[in-house]
T-cell receptor
């Protein structure tokens, strides 16, 4: 039973356009959400996060939106750049209950930004 | 760079043999994690540690054990490797108070024949 799902295995966008990556979750106890980015042959790197008390968090070109009623979050990248081509993982945590840092990851979405 | 190294970086072994992977950090972080990455599954937590000799299970702990006798080292052992444990293994650390923001090592690619 996958508690965090990324239903699109891949996404291709043109340089300069918006990339939207989506993530759905089923566990209503999740209260903290993160996006990680991974290049081939490297470990994932933290990108951006959002607490369940917010519905939006922005960091430069990256914005994460959280819709708690729909149990859905999305990552917007504007404008997309070729260097953004990577695998993006969303992750969720029950931060408030245990604070152990235990993360549940989605399957990942491979983003390709074409020049 | 969070000062995390993993060894070995690549390993080929045979079914039934024991395997130990090492994660080493240089910044005395309290929390350390072991994940495996497989196609279609993303990353899944195997075990984690919240201090020396303090460890707990993650999502997919069966067939794995861990030890942490020093702050800087977190060892993952496959007691008797199986082909289903062929995977890429990542170690991660986090800063106390920001446990969800984790910094990952470069990974170990393990092939069990």
């Amino acid at each position: 039973d996958q508690q965090v799902k990324q239903n699109s295995p891949s996404l291709s966008v043109q340089e300069g356009r918006i990339s939207i990556l989506n993530c759905d979750y089923t566990n209503s106890m999740f209260d903290y959400f993160l996006w990680y980015k991974k290049y081939p042959a490297e470990g994932p790197t933290f990108l951006i996060s959002i607490s369940s008390i917010k519905d939006k968090n922005e960091d430069g070109r990256f914005t994460v939106f959280l819709n708690k009623s729909a149990k859905h979050l999305s990552l917007h990248i504007v404008p997309s750049q070729p260097g953004d081509s990577a695998v993006y993982f969303c992750a969720a945590s029950e931060k408030g209950s245990s604070n152990t840092g235990k993360l549940i990851f989605g399957q990942g979405t491979t983003l390709q930004v074409k020049p | 760079d969070a000062g995390i190294t993993q060894s070995p970086r690549h390993k080929v072994t045979e079914t039934g043999t024991p395997v130990t992977l090492r994660c080493h950090q240089t910044e005395n972080h309290r929390y350390m994690y072991w994940y495996r990455q497989d196609p279609g599954h993303g990353l899944r937590l195997i075990h984690y540690s919240y201090g020396v000799k303090d460890t707990d299970k993650g999502e997919v702990s069966d067939g794995y054990s861990v030890s942490r006798s020093k702050t800087e080292d977190f060892l993952l052992t496959l007691e008797s490797a199986t082909s289903s444990q062929t995977s890429v293994y990542f170690c991660a650390i986090s800063v106390a108070g920001l446990q969800e923001t984790q910094y990952f090592g470069p990974g170990t690619r393990l092939l069990v024949l």
